[in-house]
């Protein structure tokens, strides 16, 4: 392979790849995958995570991570061999609430203190919308970061991806910005809520839903599509996750679903691939190979369904093996060939 | 691994309640169906609380029409004796229908049309958890008094944690209770005294950030809230009781996948040291076991040597797809052995993953006979 230009993929001038999906879907894993495959050539990518789980800390298979951005991988490498860096982020609303007091109202130790009336967490669970203008808030900031950084030592990124809510909950969360109803109409919290609409509503940023082949997922992301584009938020891509091997080939296919399969040819296949057979291995193999197909059938129906949205889309295997960090450099490679990143 | 017996469970006519927990994703609406529809066609009268079923299944049980109200479910066998009831709670309602029932009808209104309130009673992450627990609460008073019905299976809702369910009307109730609201409206007292120059900042800079129209309306809201408050935590504790009774039944769900079976994890921890009736865990979507003896490795070794030669071999195709099949089951079992190894006593039964969607009663019979049918 020469070294050539790189590929250009399909999301030039996003800057904000946002990730949703059902749950189950393995959203976390595509995010993760997705900010490795923007971290080549030397770029900064930075991935954040507003849920509380400590998702990233387990793919990456790292300590828990606290409320500080963290150099938690190296990136893809580029055809030219060259990398970038992966930034981790755990947003939690809590502490969110807490730099937030801290930078407008100075309020530091007496605000921790304060804690323990449930001032904080009054505000980040009860107070409605709340929590999530401080999600959304800290990952604009993230994002909106001049060159050079606010602060002595901070970093900008070139590209940040955001572990988001689910689709049951993204344009809720999304939106929260834009119906601030009871919340501050002037202010600090104010100004920025505009700001963060304005982003997210840009061109700078694409939500890119997640999901498998199945009824509901595909359902929820149909939903889904028609939920962002009404609240005016850019679609990006769909990634079809967890892909069952597509092993046999569409006449293959169809020799099994007929019942056509020649038992004698793929014995005489299986001696010459030095395969002990037995009595019944042939049968148990179409067998198995049956129970594919069916599954196939219905996976295709959905597939189609998925491409009716007219939205670029991704597909990404399922690893038996689960998901650690090679698995996720694996889906990441996937992903730059395709053209997400 | 001992083995959850389900049918056992279900026939046992000292279980009066079964509810169903577990990480989102897994199958719990369905399965929490299917148990229902089960004991109601062997004789049990069975009421289901579901909290968000598919479209399709909502269609096929009658409850696609949110009124709040138990309705029969048609074409269930009745012939052991047995009924079925089914309905998805409506947050919203649930927690108006608290409300009515405790104030004055013009407080009650005073309320209601409160812009705090109507915030609250329908966003508040853990309104959903504490008003599914009210209903239980409801269900269960009724089953009592007029004999409706004598097993309730509750779904549980689809949040973050497992564990949200039993931590989360916690946070709806104290914050109810008044306590912390008060002292947020009211000038300090008391110890609060120590901390009034840091608290008064906190609450300008939260009237700030919340609005002057937030903390107005949550006055009023306090105001008229002001002698429900003690009754809210009542009733979280009365049904919170009731889950620790003889008559309850925890089914924890979960599926042959880390997140799950660690969601599980917790959860089965959190029933054992609340003293909670765990039943067993159901692991659901189980990957079909391999019909043949011959390992991955050997298969993908013959598939290669076989590629040389034809690239569209079907043969080869079976191989891998057999390698696949292997690989997955095994990376399944190991994780159950795991969840086995750390929990040893819990009770278990494997459902296979079904082809397609459950989206009617046939196939939520299909499940349940899987339920029952463990080796």
């Given at each position: 392979m020469t070294a050539r230009a790189e590929r250009l993929d399909d999301w030039p001038g996003v800057r904000l790849h946002v990730v949703t999906g059902k749950g189950g879907t393995g959203k976390s894993t595509v995010a993760a995958s997705l900010a490795l495959a923007l971290a080549t050539s030397g770029r900064r990518v930075l991935l954040c995570e507003v849920e509380g789980r400590q998702g990233i800390a387990r793919m990456f298979d790292v300590d828990p991570l606290p409320y500080e951005e963290r150099r938690i991988a190296k990136g893809a490498p580029d055809a030219t061999g060259r990398a970038g860096q992966v930034h981790a982020l755990h947003i939690d609303p809590e502490s969110a609430l807490m730099e937030y007091l801290a930078m407008y109202y100075k309020l530091g130790r007496a605000g921790k203190a304060l804690d323990r009336f449930g001032v904080i967490d009054f505000a980040t669970t009860i107070a409605p919308g709340v929590r999530d203008v401080l999600l959304t808030g800290k990952v604009y900031e993230a994002v909106q970061r001049p060159r050079g950084g606010r602060q002595a030592g901070q970093i900008t990124y070139d590209a940040v991806v955001l572990d988001a809510p689910p689709t049951g909950r993204i344009c809720q969360f999304l939106g929260v910005n834009s119906e601030l109803a009871g919340l501050a109409k002037v202010g600090p919290i104010k100004t920025q809520a505009d700001k963060v609409m304005e982003l997210l509503r840009s061109p700078r940023t694409a939500v890119h839903l997640v999901t498998i082949l199945e009824e509901m997922p595909v359902q929820e992301t149909s939903d889904g599509i028609a939920e962002l584009r009404a609240a005016g938020l850019p679609v990006g891509g769909v990634v079809v996750n967890l892909v069952r091997p597509q092993a046999l080939s569409p006449s293959a296919l169809a020799s099994v679903r007929d019942d056509t399969v020649d038992p004698t040819g793929i014995t005489s296949e299986l001696s010459r691939a030095r395969v002990d057979v037995d009595a019944g291995l042939v049968e148990s193999l179409v067998a198995e190979a049956r129970d594919h197909a069916v599954r196939r059938q219905l996976e295709d129906e959905q597939r189609e369904l998925v491409a009716a949205e007219g939205v670029p889309t991704y597909e990404l295997p399922r690893l038996?093996?689960?998901?650690?960090p090679g698995a996720l450099v694996e889906l990441a490679g996937l992903l730059r060939h395709q053209g997400l990143a | 691994m001992p083995v959850l017996d389900v049918d056992a469970l279900l026939d046992d006519r000292s279980t009066e309640i079964v509810v169903c927990c577990g990480a989102g994703g897994v199958g719990k609406t369905t399965t929490s169906a299917a148990l229902a529809l089960r004991a109601a066609e062997r004789g049990r009268k069975v009421v289901v609380l579901t909290i968000d079923p598919a479209r399709r299944l909502a269609q096929a049980m009658g409850?696609?029409?949110?009124?709040?109200t138990p309705r029969p479910v048609l074409s269930v066998d009745a012939g052991a004796g047995g009924s079925l009831d089914a309905m998805m709670l409506d947050m919203k309602r649930t927690f108006d229908e608290v409300v009515e029932s405790q104030a004055s009808p013009e407080k009650a209104r005073q309320i209601l049309d409160n812009p705090f309130y109507v915030a609250l009673s329908s966003s508040f992450a853990g309104t959903q958890e504490y008003m599914a627990m009210e209903k239980l609460g409801q269900l269960h008073r009724q089953a009592l008094a007029d004999?409706?019905?004598?097993l309730i299976v509750v779904d549980t809702p689809p949040s973050r944690s497992a564990l949200d369910f039993l931590d989360a009307p916690e946070r709806l109730s104290s914050f109810l209770d008044g306590r912390f609201i008060r002292l947020l409206l009211a000038p300090a007292r008391g110890p609060a005294r120590l901390m009034t120059a840091g608290f008064s900042v906190v609450t300008n800079a939260l009237t700030k950030v919340l609005g002057a129209q937030v903390l107005r309306d949550m006055q009023t809201f306090v105001a008229a809230f002001d002698t429900l408050f003690g009754g809210f935590r009542q009733r979280a504790e009365q049904t919170f009781a009731l889950l620790q009774a003889d008559g309850t039944a925890f089914v924890v769900i979960a599926a042959p996948e880390p997140d799950a079976l660690r969601e599980a994890a917790y959860f089965v921890d959190r029933l054992t040291d609340d003293d909670m009736p765990l039943a067993g865990l159901v692991v659901n979507r189980a990957s079909p076991s391999a019909r043949t003896e011959l390992s991955a490795e050997e298969a993908i070794t013959a598939a290669d040597r076989l590629r040389s030669g034809d690239s569209s071999s079907l043969t080869a195709g079976l191989l891998r797809l057999h390698a696949d099949r292997v690989r997955v089951i095994e990376r399944e079992q190991h994780l159950r052995e795991r969840f086995a190894a750390a929990h040893p006593h819990v009770p278990t039964a494997v459902v296979p993953a079904m082809a397609s969607d459950v989206h009617d009663l046939d196939g939520l019979r299909a499940i349940g006979e899987s339920l029952s049918r463990q080796e």
């Open positions: 038996p093996g689960g998901i650690d | 409850i696609e029409h949110l009124d709040n004999g409706s019905h004598d």
